[in-house]
């Protein structure tokens, strides 16, 4: 089972970026799936997290601007970041959290990681 983000790179401060992250060797179209970062010198921290059924979870600092989605059919999961800071550069990580999970605990523990995808706001 592998997950391969994709999609960072460096923009300006108040640009736009869409990370995608598909996974391949199984059908995941039942797992929470979620986005987490860690800037230099900090912890990694869960970003969004998207469950089945579409319901999605932001944490504070990127609630309306960042929007989680997925696409079963693709076995993918997107994160499109609007009016990006610099306080938003890091490296980007996707991760699936198998069933059985709640909303509030979906991506808490998530089984399998992609490699990162580093993203960078200039000011």
């Known amino acids: 089972v592998q997950l391969q983000a994709s999609g960072g790179g460096l923009v300006q401060h108040g640009g736009s970026l869409t990370l995608s992250c598909t996974a391949s060797g199984m059908n995941m179209g039942t797992f929470a799936k979620g986005w987490f970062r860690q800037a230099p010198g900090k912890e990694r921290e869960e970003v969004a997290c998207?469950?089945?059924?579409?319901?999605?979870t932001y944490t504070d600092s990127v609630k309306g601007r960042f929007t989680i989605s997925r696409d079963n059919a693709k076995n993918t999961v997107y994160l499109k970041m609007d009016d990006l800071r610099p306080e938003d550069t890091a490296v980007y990580y996707c991760a699936a959290d198998p069933p059985p999970y709640t909303i509030p605990t979906m991506c808490e523990r998530p089984d399998y990681w992609g490699q990162g995808t580093q993203v960078t706001v200039s000011s």
């Open positions: 998207i469950g089945m059924s579409g319901t999605a």
